[in-house]
C-alpha cells in the first residue's frame, strides 16, 4: 500500500536553531501534501497545504516565515521550523493524497527545543 | 466553519467489551467522514471511512455509519481487545477529494485484560 515517510521521527536541538523535516511518498506520486500540528493531548491541526511547484497555501495563524515549505517534487515536501524555540516544541505530522484520493500520513516528528 | 466534535476521554473498558465512541460533526456541505487510530508514539492510520449518508465504513471489527439525519458518524466495536488501546480521531473533509482534514480532539481507549 502506499507509504508516507517522514524524517526524523525525533530531534532535540538548541533554541535558535532551524530544523528541517521531510515527507516522502515512498511508491506514489503527491501533487498535494497537507503539515500538521498536534500539541501533546489535543487534536491535529492543519497548519499549511504544500502543492508542488507552487508556493504552500498557510492556514490562519501560522507564520509562513516561521515554517517554510518546500515541495520541489512529487515525492518531497520539506517543512522547515527557522530559529525555533520552546514553544515550537510539538508533534508535526505530514499527509499525502494518492491517486485513489486516500490520505495517507507519516509518521510524525516529535520536535523539542530547549 | 467545519467542525467535528468528539466524546471525550479517557474511554477505559474491559476486554471484550462494547465500545462505542461519538462523534458529530458540522459541515456546509455533504462531507467524507473518517476515523484514524493513532497508536503510541506512532502516526495516523486510517481506521475507516464513509464518502456519503448510511455508507458503513467498516474494518478490523470497527463500525460507523454516516447518519445525516443526525450529522453522526459514531464508532463501534462488539469485542475490543487489550491491542485496540490507542487514540481515535473523528475527521471530515469537505469539497472535492484531495482537500485536507478536520479532526476531533480525539478519544483515548485504554482496554485492560
Known amino acids: 500500500g502506499a507509504v508516507v515517510s517522514q524524517h526524523p521521527s525525533w530531534v532535540i536541538c538548541k533554541s535558535g536553531t532551524s530544523v528541517k523535516i521531510e515527507c516522502r511518498s515512498l511508491?506514489?506520486?503527491?501533487?498535494?501534501m497537507f503539515w500538521y500540528r498536534q500539541f501533546p493531548k489535543q487534536s491535529l491541526m492543519l497548519m499549511a497545504t504544500s502543492n508542488e511547484g507552487s508556493k504552500a497555501t498557510y492556514e490562519q495563524g501560522v507564520e509562513k516565515d516561521k515554517f517554510l515549505i518546500n515541495h520541489a517534487s512529487l515525492t518531497l515536501s520539506t517543512l522547515t521550523v527557522t530559529s525555533a524555540h520552546p514553544e515550537d516544541s510539538s508533534f508535526y505530522i505530514c499527509?499525502?493524497?494518492?491517486?485513489?484520493?486516500?490520505?495517507?500520513f507519516g509518521d510524525g516528528t516529535r520536535l523539542s527545543i530547549l | 466553519g467545519d467542525s467535528v466534535t468528539q466524546m471525550e476521554g479517557p474511554v477505559t473498558l474491559s476486554e471484550e467489551a462494547f465500545l462505542t465512541i461519538n462523534c458529530t460533526y458540522t459541515a456546509t456541505g455533504y462531507p467524507s467522514l473518517f476515523w484514524y487510530v493513532q497508536y503510541p508514539g506512532e502516526g495516523l492510520q486510517l481506521l475507516l471511512k464513509?464518502?456519503?449518508?448510511?455508507d458503513k465504513g467498516s474494518n478490523k471489527g470497527f463500525e460507523a455509519t454516516y447518519r445525516k439525519e443526525t450529522t453522526s458518524f459514531h464508532l463501534e466495536k462488539g469485542s475490543v481487545q487489550v491491542s485496540d488501546s490507542a487514540v481515535y480521531f473523528c475527521?471530515?473533509?469537505?469539497?472535492?477529494?484531495?482537500?485536507?482534514?478536520?479532526f476531533g480532539k480525539g478519544t483515548t481507549l485504554s482496554v485492560s485484560s
Open positions: 511508491d506514489f506520486q503527491a501533487t498535494t
Open positions: 475527521a471530515l473533509s469537505e469539497g472535492q477529494a484531495g482537500t485536507a482534514l478536520i
Open positions: 464513509a464518502t456519503k449518508a448510511d
Open positions: 499527509s499525502a493524497h494518492d491517486t485513489a484520493q486516500s490520505q495517507h
